[in-house]
């Protein structure tokens, strides 16, 4: 079974600010990792994803994620974020042997203030 | 990119009466659907897997005569939530697979039960 951790509940920047929501996983076999971003009141949007190669992923919005397997980390990072970044960011794991099934964490809420 | 909706975004009925929940993947055909469930300011939980034309997997703690799920076509799977009662009240989540790719998401579904 996989497990998923984000550590930050919610992340307060100001606008233009760098941010890093952090996220760590715990599988016994190898898995996919994923970063979605829900708006309020509407679904999940994936932001990006890392299945295999290099380990720093770049996704949509200027967003991207370096996966860590030594640190069992997938972070997500944005050098300069702006007041429509605020939502609530979900990381999520899938076994690479078992389908498409996600495991997600708990969720960070990201506050951009002016 | 693929697409997911679900009918309606937002459901008032009372307590003890039926709601059927739509979930649609408009511009591929889906090999699995997967039904969430989010609470307030909380994670997505898996509430079952359903596969075309075969019945529906449920998580652990999951009624399967309470929530009652569909899935006839490659192109849609419903979600019925049987005698609803007030608790039943939540954000109700589909998403849509392509075989061997990544999960789409739909627009969720606000239920409140009186």
């Known amino acids: 079974a996989q497990s998923v951790t984000q550590l930050d509940s919610q992340v307060p920047v100001f606008e233009e600010a760098p941010v890093e929501l952090r996220c760590n996983y715990s599988s016994s076999v190898s898995v996919y990792l994923f970063w979605y971003v829900q708006y309020p009141n509407q679904g999940l949007q994936l932001l990006l994803k890392?299945?295999?190669?290099?380990?720093l992923v770049k996704g949509i919005n200027g967003f991207e994620a370096e996966f860590n397997k030594s640190q069992t980390s997938f972070h997500l990072r944005k050098p300069s974020v702006h007041i429509s970044d605020t939502a609530e960011y979900f990381c999520?794991?899938?076994?690479?042997?078992?389908?498409?099934?996600?495991?997600f964490g708990g969720g960070t809420r990201l506050m951009v203030k002016p | 990119g693929a697409v997911v909706s679900q009918h309606p975004s937002r459901v008032i009925c009372k307590s003890g009466t039926s709601v059927k929940i739509e979930c649609r993947s408009l511009d591929f055909q889906a090999t699995t659907m997967f039904w969430y469930r989010q609470f307030p300011k909380k994670s997505l939980m898996l509430m079952a897997t359903?596969?075309?034309?075969?019945?529906?997997?449920?998580e652990q703690g999951v009624e399967k005569d309470k929530f009652l799920i569909n899935h006839a076509s490659l192109t849609l799977s419903t979600l019925t939530v049987t005698s609803a009662h007030p608790e039943d009240s939540s954000f109700y989540i589909c998403?849509?697979?392509?075989?061997?790719?990544?999960?789409?998401f739909g627009p969720g579904t606000r239920l409140l039960v009186l």
């Open positions: 999520a794991v899938s076994a690479s042997n078992a389908g498409n099934m996600l495991t």
């Open positions: 998403s849509a697979e392509i075989a061997g790719e990544t999960q789409y």
């Open positions: 890392y299945l295999s190669g290099s380990t």
């Open positions: 359903s596969n075309e034309g075969s019945k529906a997997t449920y």
